[in-house]
């Protein structure tokens, strides 16, 4: 594709309160947008999370790889953000060129509650306030408690315990609400069984990445009624093959950054039932997940598309850099209406929190 200019663009969004889960505490999302335009300019917009809590490369790589994209047009040896940014510009581009204008039909998908670690009292009252606000299922980062004094040092003087907070939720939200939980990876795979086991009766709709390995997965499934889903473990289509091999999960997760763009997105999800969520990422990267949920319907496992997508965490961004973009509305993240994306910039809002 020849490109006129491009702009690679880091940034950072605060959140409302801090984001707290077992890999860590974040006050801010640092993100990079990747603007790209063509001669008769139309732009197209990307957007990178790097995801250095997980062990991936930092904003500073990000920076430089999408550089360097810039100048050479190829996505060979880029890393996931930044492979998900440039494929994301270049079809958003695409998409703006060949529609002349947004279609009428309104366009959503439903989406889960984001509860992050707490004391129960505290996650029940958040799980209320979002459940007034029209949602159903309700996704709690577990973990923190294991991984306090290591990940998470914020928590050495908060109550945390992963078992009370699922209760704590299921008694103020009622048992026709859906209840999923993610570990991130901070148990160990006894105390997983035996956790899992104790969370049994609260009725869990899935448990997500308790466990670090697809072969303690594998094990752990064969212990528990509680459906698994993958997260960390299955980042590429190799892993999802593995994984399904080994009856590992009934389900994974995809974040865009983490394995590299939409493509990427349902060629896993041909080979594994799955859910969108997001890596908490802006408004571009939200556009474009919310998009491959929409796809999914054309995978080989569209009888899972009940399953809500960890989309609407939008809402726990004090600020944005978005004029135009989703909205949640009734537990339903809606699709902009405009060509490609459909998401437009706030010049002054992303100057503001440019980095």
């Known amino acids: ?18 984001y707290v889960t077992a890999r860590g505490v974040l006050e801010r999302r640092e993100m990079v947008l990747l603007r790209i335009r063509d001669a008769d300019g139309v732009v197209g917009l990307g957007e990178a999370v ?52 947004g279609g009428g039909e309104d366009e959503a998908v439903p989406c889960n509650a984001t509860l992050v670690a707490g004391e129960p009292e505290a996650v029940a009252a958040d799980a209320e306030r979002w459940a007034a606000d029209g949602f159903s299922t309700f996704k709690l980062k577990l973990g923190a408690e294991s991984a306090r004094g290591r990940a998470v040092p914020d928590l050495s003087r908060t109550r945390v315990d992963d078992v009370e907070q699922v209760r704590a939720v299921r008694e103020a939200i ?50 528990t009624s509680i459906p698994l889903a993958a997260d960390e473990s299955v980042a590429s289509l190799e892993e999802a093959e593995h994984a399904a091999s080994l009856g590992a999960c009934a389900y994974t997760g995809i974040k865009l950054s983490k394995v590299g763009g939409p493509e990427a997105a349902l060629a896993i999800a041909d080979v594994l039932p799955a859910f969108i969520t997001s890596a908490l990422d802006g408004p571009v990267g939200i556009a474009a997940g919310a998009q491959v949920a929409l796809s999914l319907a054309e995978t080989t496992h569209p009888e899972r598309l009940h399953l809500a997508h960890g989309l609407a965490t939008q809402r726990l961004f004090a600020e944005t850099i978005a004029s135009v973009e989703c909205e949640l509305r009734d537990g339903m993240l809606h699709l902009p209406p405009g060509p490609g994306l459909g998401v437009e910039i706030d010049e002054e809002a992303l100057q503001a929190h440019r980095i």
């Open 1 to 18: 594709m020849q490109l006129a200019s491009a702009e690679v663009i880091p940034y950072a969004l605060p959140f409302k309160e801090p």
């Open 50 to 101: 790097p995801l250095s809590l997980r062990g991936g490369v930092g904003l500073r790589e990000v920076v430089a790889e999408l550089e360097a994209w810039v100048e050479r047009q190829t996505t060979e040896g880029l890393s996931a953000p930044s492979l998900c940014a440039a494929t994301t510009a270049e079809a958003d581009l695409l998409g703006r060129r060949v529609t002349d204008q």
């Open 174 to 223: 009622g048992p026709s609400a859906r209840i999923r939980v993610d570990v991130n990876a901070a148990w160990n795979l006894e105390s997983a069984k035996r956790r899992l086991g104790e969370l049994e009766p609260c009725g869990i709709e899935l448990a997500e990445q308790p466990v670090e390995t697809l072969e303690e997965m594998a094990e752990l499934a064969a212990a």
